[in-house]
């Protein structure tokens, strides 16, 4: 499945065709049986996984295909839950953070979405290596945060889980349209190792998300997500992996 490795500088970009059905199994949870009988779903065809190597640390992104078709819905969906719930309190000040059981949705774009979402973090997470061959990957734990202007996510870490990402549903701006700083509604990822500029390398990465795009990091990393202030709501999808033993046949 692996086609093409490429090294530059610190980067290693390796372009990931994912052709072949993941078999998922997670114990006492019916999530993926029911999600395997979508036969509609059509990542087959080619998604492009792109791995960064930042102060060591693999951060993977995935932009998922036809997200455009599925995009409204989630909107809708996730607006309604909003609706719903008064939301939990995690990293988010001021945002919107609804349970972190949106993996257990019957929403069928919510399917959907976990359906990619499952595939491609299983994919980059095998691309790291490390996975014990006695281990199988499952999805723990997702949920959705809705930030207005103004909300932002503190300086947080996804431990004592093993690998984690966010996935973007709604984004307010266009990456070259700033409000009011030039990281506002980005993603900050800090150096675990912040050795200082002497070293030339910066204590953080910032990325600017698009929709449709997910990031798969190491569940330890520490990140933040900067305010903005446009009257859009900002919508993304956050989740996480752990490696468990396999179930018993
Ligand atoms: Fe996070």
Redesign the pocket.
């Given at each position: 499945m692996m086609r093409a490795i490429r090294d530059s500088d610190n980067l290693v970009r390796a372009v990931v065709f994912v052709r072949y059905p993941i078999i998922w199994r997670c114990r006492n949870d019916s999530l993926y049986d029911e999600i395997l009988r979508i036969k509609s779903w059509k990542m087959e065809e080619q998604a492009k996984i792109n791995r960064e190597l930042q102060f060591g640390v693999p951060i993977y992104e995935v932009d998922l295909p036809d997200f455009a078709t599925h995009k409204q819905a989630l909107v809708d969906h996730f607006l309604a839950l909003r609706k719903d719930s008064p939301g939990t309190k995690y990293?988010n000040q001021g945002g919107w953070h609804s349970s972190q059981n949106l993996h257990h949705s019957k929403e069928p774009s919510v399917q959907w979405l976990l359906q990619l979402i499952a595939r491609s973090g299983v994919q980059c997470i095998r691309h790291a290596g490390n996975v014990p061959e006695d281990a199988q990957i499952v999805m723990a734990s997702c949920w959705v945060i809705i930030n207005e202007a103004g909300d932002w996510?503190m300086p947080?870490a996804?431990f004592p889980s093993d690998w984690?990402g966010?996935c973007y549903i709604d984004l307010n701006e266009k990456a070259t349209k700033r409000t009011r700083a030039d990281k506002d509604g980005d993603i900050i990822f800090f150096d675990p190792l912040p050795l200082g500029p002497q070293y030339r390398r910066p204590p953080t990465l910032t990325k600017t998300p698009v929709d449709g795009r997910v990031f798969v990091f190491p569940a330890y990393l520490v990140?933040m997500v900067a305010p903005h202030f446009e009257n859009k709501p900002r919508i993304a999808v956050?989740f996480n992996f752990n490696l468990v033993p396999k179930q018993k046949a």
């Amino acid at each position: 499945m692996m086609r093409a490795i490429r090294d530059s500088d610190n980067l290693v970009r390796a372009v990931v065709f994912v052709r072949y059905p993941i078999i998922w199994r997670c114990r006492n949870d019916s999530l993926y049986d029911e999600i395997l009988r979508i036969k509609s779903w059509k990542m087959e065809e080619q998604a492009k996984i792109n791995r960064e190597l930042q102060f060591g640390v693999p951060i993977y992104e995935v932009d998922l295909p036809d997200f455009a078709t599925h995009k409204q819905a989630l909107v809708d969906h996730f607006l309604a839950l909003r609706k719903d719930s008064p939301g939990t309190k995690y990293s988010n000040q001021g945002g919107w953070h609804s349970s972190q059981n949106l993996h257990h949705s019957k929403e069928p774009s919510v399917q959907w979405l976990l359906q990619l979402i499952a595939r491609s973090g299983v994919q980059c997470i095998r691309h790291a290596g490390n996975v014990p061959e006695d281990a199988q990957i499952v999805m723990a734990s997702c949920w959705v945060i809705i930030n207005e202007a103004g909300d932002w996510n503190m300086p947080h870490a996804h431990f004592p889980s093993d690998w984690s990402g966010v996935c973007y549903i709604d984004l307010n701006e266009k990456a070259t349209k700033r409000t009011r700083a030039d990281k506002d509604g980005d993603i900050i990822f800090f150096d675990p190792l912040p050795l200082g500029p002497q070293y030339r390398r910066p204590p953080t990465l910032t990325k600017t998300p698009v929709d449709g795009r997910v990031f798969v990091f190491p569940a330890y990393l520490v990140h933040m997500v900067a305010p903005h202030f446009e009257n859009k709501p900002r919508i993304a999808v956050s989740f996480n992996f752990n490696l468990v033993p396999k179930q018993k046949a």
